[in-house]
């Protein structure tokens, strides 16, 4: 594996390849992360791995300083999963001036759910992805469906400004439990990580009623009585719960509000968003 911590080292060692296949991180790797960059491989002629934490996506309360940084560990884990090229640039290497210059993301799909309860979060995602491709230049790029609205925030970018890569989605990983793998995880006491288990198994409800109802889960009522049910759920067993939603697999848009049998008919799945303790955690299911 090469590592190399500035664009134009990078840019050298690409030169020679023609297809590189990107997975952006802030490091603090786990298995879900590895599982990215083996999918990566079958990809690319290159595989690509960025760790960088971005203080733009960030918010005022949130603790930039205070994020895991594993350098070490990381660096051995990517070894072993035959990464090709490290790129772990400096925050003056990657905003070498103050980065005045953003990338909004359209507010319909940026601003609910995550965006809702971390504002200007997808402006910082985008902005740092954004110039991250323009480092790498790859031709695909794999991000996690854990990450749901990060993906489809991706995609649409993409899409918008005709990037000339592919973006793929990568399954999400879980512990033979079922927890979803995240970097937050590390916060979670044992007890917490078997209590941590709910939160899955309160999307997977919602979307099993879902099922169960068939077309007329489409229902308004019907859907924000599911939300709400599993929201209070939530709540009694001591979680903080920020949001379960329904919404459209493919845009996240609110299927109880759509105008069209077609729209009515697409596929559909819960997200979910809650603190357990001082750890945030997110999942989704399809239905």
Not at 3 to 11: D, F, G, N, S
Not at 98 to 111: E, G, M, R, S, W
Not at 269 to 283: E, F
Request: hydrophobic share 45%; net charge neutral; with cysteine.
């Amino acid at each position: 594996m090469v590592i190399v911590h500035t664009i134009a080292e990078l840019r050298q060692a690409l030169a020679a390849f023609s297809r590189p296949a990107f997975v952006p991180t802030m490091g603090n790797l786990h298995a879900g992360h590895l599982a990215l960059v083996q999918q990566a491989q079958a990809l690319g002629d290159v595989s690509v791995v960025s760790i960088f934490v971005n203080r733009l996506q960030f918010l005022p309360h949130e603790d930039f300083d205070r994020y895991p940084r594993t350098w070490e560990r990381d660096c051995q884990a990517l070894r072993a999963a035959g990464c090709g090229v490290l790129f772990a640039p400096s925050e003056a290497e990657l905003y070498p001036q103050p980065q005045t210059f953003k990338v909004l993301p359209d507010p319909a799909l940026a601003d609910v759910l995550e965006g809702a309860f971390r504002p200007g979060f997808f402006t910082g995602v985008c902005t740092v992805v954004m110039k991250l491709l323009a480092c790498v230049q790859p031709r695909v790029a794999v991000f996690g469906r854990k990450d749901l609205q990060q993906l489809r925030v991706v995609q649409q970018m993409v899409r918008q400004f005709a990037l000339p890569l592919d973006i793929v989605e990568g399954r999400t990983e879980r512990s033979a439990e079922g927890l979803a793998l995240s970097s937050r995880n590390a916060y979670l006491s044992d007890a917490q990580r078997q209590e941590a288990l709910r939160l899955s198994a309160t999307l997977k409800t919602v979307a099993q009623a879902i099922r169960v109802h068939g077309p007329a889960a489409a229902d308004a009522p019907l859907l924000r009585d599911l939300e709400k049910q599993a929201m209070a759920d939530l709540g009694q067993a001591g979680w903080q719960p920020d949001y379960v939603a329904v919404r459209s697999l493919a845009d996240l848009s609110d299927p109880a509000q759509a105008t069209s049998a077609l729209e009515t008919a697409q596929p559909l799945v819960v997200l979910g968003a809650a603190r357990l303790g001082a750890v945030r955690l997110i999942d989704n299911f399809d239905v």
